[in-house]
């Protein structure tokens, strides 16, 4: 059995690779390919008639297989299937680090959800609050409803977009400039920043095009999200490149926060780095960059 | 557990196994191929009899086709088998209890 230790609920997740939990060639090595996070995969990619046996395959494949500092998070049935409740019982048991609601449309969903995983902490002996909970917005009811998504559950840490169900519901399709999901995408940055929590960009499905993965990938990083569903592991290495900081913005973070600490003890507030003006109100950024460089291995200074 | 009537799971992709279980009255009876029969015939016959044995299956005619899987998937396969044998895999399983 491999003890996993308790989630964090802000961690690095850039990469969250999908992966069909029934499938044992394809669950057995997953650590292997160094997304921050995979998402085990009850729902979809499992034919309805193999629900219960997808279930048996992930639970000693948690108990058998040590993943390491790879997240491991399940995607269960929808709250309108007969699965979700037995989906929620095993992913408790099994010890996954959190659980994907698919299909979530209001802040009842995520409580219903919560209250089920509670339940099951409880009947299986796990730390209360362990299990952590992100919802993916795949309708347009689901997006507008994106802010008291983020905020129903102390055990939220993300919401992503699901883009297949939702371009179909806008009546669109895929758009090579991303006109298609930009108001949805927007909605759910908001209400992911102003909640406090992560936002994750739905999958890329045209897999021979690497040139249309990488403008997506760099309009994402432009709009603030922390990361992105993939479908395929060679898609983990460019999103890993494209989301981390530039050298150029290490070293301005780095100039930004010497220059604040010496300038705020000389009881300055507002002052100029490199010609541009800066405040206090620049530093959470700087910050942040930082704390992403040295996740991303970019940076070993003292600064955060 | 009875085996009630006959029960597949798992597939003959290249990693797994597909476990069938049919009812017997003659103790239990376990008809094994793999791939890798040679190296680990022994290893897969023993993980499919301990699984049996904690679901206190005494009964049963059980047929292994081996594609080359971990023991979890093995164990994975036969539980699954043995509960839709019953008609008990899809709700109120035992976790952590006789499935561990």
Known sequence: MIPRPRPERFRLRRTMMFMNAQKPGLIKDAYIYGCDSIMLDLEDAVAENQKDSARFSLYHAMKTIDYGDTEVIVRINGLDTPHWQEDIRVCVACGADGIRIAKCESADDVRTVDSAVLHAER???VEEGRTLLMAALESPKGILNAYEICMASDRMFGVAISGGDLRKSLQTKFQTDG?????SRGLVVLAARAAGIQCFDTVYTDLDNDEGFMAELKQNKAMGFDGKSLINPKQIRPVHEIFAPTEKEIKQAEKIIKAYKEQSAAGIGVFTVDGKMIDIAFIPGAQRTLELAKACGLYDGGLV | MTIDKTAVAGTLESSDSMVTVEPSDAGIQLELTSSVMNQYGR?????VLDTLKRLDVTNARVSVIDQGALDCT??????CAVFRSCSKSETNIPWGGMIK
């Not at chain 2, 290893?43 to 993980?47: D, E, F, H, T």
């Not at chain 2, 093995?74 to 539980?79: D, H, M």
């Open chain 1, 123 to 125: 009947e299986f002996g």
């Open chain 1, 179 to 183: 006109i298609d999901l930009v108001a």
């Open chain 2, 43 to 47: 290893q897969i016959k023993a993980v």
């Open chain 2, 74 to 79: 093995i164990k994975a396969r036969v539980e």
